[in-house]
Every structure is written in structure tokens, then in C-alpha cells.
């Protein structure tokens, strides 16, 4: 395959792996007794940013991590701009208290560690670590808050991700499959979407940060873009803007922290990651704040200024960049 097939294929292998992870995943846990609440915000969120640390594993091992880097940056760029922007432009969005109250803090607190270990421009297994034990300390505090949550939190939680009838063997096995199926899936997939995005910037003469940002994060950003979308639609997307905020973190605390603690050697930050995209995602963080606080809705203006943001940025990626 030509590294353009390659790209598109990986991606599709991506999309189709991550939604066989996350049914395969929920549908085992749920089967297994645990609260639908806890799936909804562990699970799901790590299922959807699994694309995520496949790419960065791989990455990483072929000695590429501007295509790790830039894919963690760009996918939360994604995520937090274009993503929330194109739901909130399709209907307002009423923020949750939860959102406010713990998933907003959490990202703003995950993107300013991020920023403190990049700071020098490399990234070493030991501050993967850091970032990893950050990642255990974030899971613990979801499920110490998710004890505490309204009974109607709890019950959205049930609807959308109804328990299997009982532990049957058959159920567990076929879930245990799909969950499987779906990671080796992802696994070849992300070797596709890696081997032809270094072909293709080895032979347009783009670096690989700028790929890692613009094709491979939009592509890993799919399953998340594509339920937040249809929950809009469907009316049902206040866990999905949850599992969207959950994600992000995820991304850069075990995503990322575990692309470099198991990188063979230091991971370097291209100078305009550093300088640019990831100051254009400290912004856009820093922007959710008083966007999600003001009135506890994303307006569809507001909304629509955050497309605009992203699909400013992607043009300088394009245009500059390329």
C-alpha cells in the first residue's frame, strides 16, 4: 500500500477498533458488576483514547516522537475546540456541575503539568512516570466522586450504558471478544497510520509533529467526534461531553505518560510544539473556563468561535507549516 492508503486505511482501523474496544469493554464490566457510573468515566474515556496511545507507542518506538507529541497535543486541541465547538453550534450546551466542578479543574490541571515537563523541550520516562502516577491519582478521584453523585447522574449513567442480563457465560465471552478484537485492531491500524504518516512527511518534506497535529489527530479524534455528534443529535449528550473532557485528560496524563515511559530513548518537542501548538492549547483550556462557567452553557456563538479558533489554527498548520 502507498502511504496515503496506508494513512487512510490505519485510520479507518482506528475508528472501527476504538468502537469495538469501548463496546467490548463497557458490556464486560457492566456484565462483571461494576456501576455503570464508573464505566461511563473510566472505562469509555480510556477505551476512546486507546487510538491515542497505540500511535504513541509506535511512534515513539520508530524513533518518531514529534508524531507522538504532536498527535496528543492536536487530538486535545481537537477535542476541546472543533469538537465541543461543532455541538454547541448544533444546540447550546448545558454544562453540568460535575463538568465545572471536577472534569474542567482536571484538564486545566493536567495541561499545566504538561506544560511544566515540556518546558525543556524533552520528555523523559521519569516524567512519564510523574505523569502516569498523575493519571492513578485523577482515576481515583473520579470514582471517590462518583460515589457521590445525584441519584439522576446515576441513572443517566444506567440508561446509557444498561447492564447485560446477568454474568452468562456467552455475554462475557462475546464482549471479551469484541474488547480483543477491537485491541488488535487498533494495534495493526496504529502501525499502518504511522508507517504512512512518516512516509508522507519523509517525502513532502513536512515534519512529523505538523502530521501528528493535523491528519493522525483528527483521525484519532474520530470516535469521540462521531458520539458527541451523534448524542447532539439523539439529545443525550451531557455524558458524552463528560467522556469528551475525561478523555483529553486521560491523553496527556496515561496516554502520553505511558508513550514515554516506554519510549526506548528521551522523547524531543519540536521547537514549534513547543512555542506554538502547545501554548494554543494552554489558551484553549484556559478559554473553556469562563466559556463553560458563564451562565453553566455553551452558547451556539460561542460555539461557533471556537470552530473558528480551530480552523484558524489548522490553516497556519497548512499554510505555514507545510
Known amino acids: 500500500m502507498g502511504p496515503a492508503l496506508l494513512i487512510i486505511v490505519g485510520l479507518l482501523a482506528l475508528v472501527v477498533g476504538a468502537e469495538l474496544l469501548v463496546r467490548g469493554g463497557s458490556g464486560l464490566a457492566t456484565r ?55 455541538s454547541a ?8 456541575s460535575r463538568t465545572i466542578r471536577l472534569d474542567l479543574p482536571s484538564m486545566a490541571a493536567a495541561t499545566a503539568l504538561f506544560v511544566v515537563v515540556a518546558w525543556d523541550g524533552r520528555l523523559t520516562r521519569l ?33 446509557e450504558y444498561e447492564v447485560p442480563n446477568g454474568k452468562n457465560w456467552k455475554g462475557i465471552l462475546a464482549d ?25 512527511a519523509v517525502s513532502r518534506g513536512v515534519s512529523e509533529a505538523v502530521i501528528g497535529l493535523t491528519i493522525v489527530a483528527i483521525g484519532t479524534s474520530a470516535p469521540e467526534l462521531v458520539t458527541t455528534v451523534v448524542s ?23 496516554i502520553l505518560g505511558a508513550t514515554m515511559a516506554l519510549s526506548p530513548e528521551t522523547i524531543g518537542i519540536p521547537r514549534d510544539v513547543l512555542t506554538i501548538d502547545l ?42 507549516r507545510v
Open 127 to 159: 516524567e512519564g512516570i510523574i505523569l502516569l502516577v498523575a493519571g492513578v491519582v485523577y482515576t481515583w478521584v473520579i470514582l471517590r466522586s462518583a460515589r457521590s453523585e445525584p441519584e439522576e447522574v446515576q441513572e443517566e449513567y444506567e440508561h
Open 89 to 96: 453550534v448544533l444546540s447550546p450546551i448545558a454544562v453540568e
Open 32 to 86: 462483571l458488576g461494576i456501576p455503570p457510573i464508573i464505566v461511563g468515566l473510566t472505562v469509555v474515556a480510556i477505551g476512546t483514547s486507546f487510538p491515542e496511545l497505540a500511535v504513541g507507542i509506535q511512534a515513539a518506538v520508530a524513533g518518531s516522537g514529534g508524531l507522538a507529541v504532536g498527535n496528543i497535543v492536536g487530538t486535545n486541541i481537537v477535542n476541546l475546540l472543533l469538537i465541543l465547538g461543532v
Open 279 to 320: 501554548v494554543v492549547l494552554a489558551v484553549a483550556v484556559a478559554a473553556c473556563i469562563p466559556v463553560f462557567r458563564s451562565g453553566q452553557r455553551i452558547e451556539r456563538f460561542e460555539g461557533i468561535i471556537l470552530v473558528i479558533a480551530y480552523l484558524a489554527h489548522l490553516a497556519y498548520l497548512l499554510t505555514a
Open 232 to 254: 447532539t443529535i439523539k439529545g443525550e449528550r451531557d455524558i458524552a461531553i463528560g467522556n469528551l473532557l475525561g478523555s483529553s485528560v486521560y491523553n496527556l496524563l496515561f
Open 176 to 200: 471479551s471478544a469484541m474488547l480483543v478484537i477491537g485491541l488488535v485492531i487498533i494495534v495493526v491500524g496504529s502501525d499502518w497510520l504511522v508507517d504512512g504518516a512518516v512516509a508522507v
